[in-house]
């Protein structure tokens, strides 16, 4: 079974010419045309986006029938968090909170996917997350992640997607999640100098690689690429990722 997962930090449909335009996320979230869609920074009641569900109204607009809305931070009025867009039903969705000392509050969304045909039963398990802005804010999130019953209930084989904005500038996770949790990276590239980064961050000359796919279990990776076409670069200050895989 062939799967296409993608991950797009939306800036709460505010591009980087200050706008909000949520019809940019929706034309760049209906051309990839993904099975599941991990978001973040998706505003619910928040007055800056004209306080719509922004989860529910990218979710009607783009033909998916399932979605999951986690609140990560709570503002003043309306709340932003992450959100799943799925073309299969969600078994169960949970909110992790990542958030360490008093750093600005942090989270990954949990679904359970069911991917089951007349032929077999497939259940997905799909991790979307949003990280902190200092390194050692995000080894004790990824701690909190891996602790979780969530991930701790997961048989070994299943098929795990651990997705999202990393802010990992310097690929310092990288070796926590590949040698010490078994994961492969889908968004590394291999250069002679070792393994890079695809850059996702800022859209419109990329220099980071904040936005990452990490997977194990019976999973595949067949192909993966940033979204780098003209509208993406100013529809969000991150490119989005799409990522092909065959359970």
Not at 129 to 137: C, D, I, N
Not at 146 to 167: Q, W
């Amino acid at each position: 079974m062939k799967i296409r997962i993608a991950t797009y930090n939306i800036h709460r449909a505010i591009g980087i010419d200050r706008r909000f335009r949520p019809q940019r996320i929706v034309d760049i979230i209906n051309e990839i045309n993904a099975d599941v869609f991990l978001l973040q920074e998706v505003d619910e009641g928040v007055p800056r986006s004209r306080e719509l569900n922004l989860a529910k109204e990218i979710a009607q607009a783009c033909h998916f029938p399932h979605y999951a809305l986690g609140h990560n931070v709570t503002l003043r009025k309306g709340y932003y968090g992450n959100a799943t867009l799925s073309k299969f039903p969600i078994l169960r969705e949970r909110n992790i909170n990542l958030t360490i000392d008093n750093k600005k509050r942090r989270g990954c969304q949990h679904t359970c996917i069911d991917l089951s045909d007349q032929n077999k039963k497939h259940n997905l398990d799909v991790f979307n997350l949003h990280l902190g802005l200092s390194a050692k804010e995000r080894q004790k999130q990824a701690g909190l992640l891996f602790r979780s019953h969530e991930y701790t209930d997961l048989k070994k084989s299943m098929p795990c997607i651990v997705a999202g904005d990393f802010n990992d500038w310097r690929s310092m996770l990288r070796a926590f999640f590949i040698e010490g949790m078994g994961f492969k990276c889908a968004t590394d590239k291999t250069r002679s100098l070792g393994e890079v980064a695809m850059k996702t961050f800022p859209s419109f000359a990329p220099r980071g690689g904040l936005d990452r796919i990490y997977y194990k279990g019976s999973i595949n990776l067949l192909k993966v690429k940033r979204y780098k076409k003209n509208l993406a670069k100013i529809a969000s200050d991150h490119l989005p990722v799409i990522s092909d895989f065959e359970l």
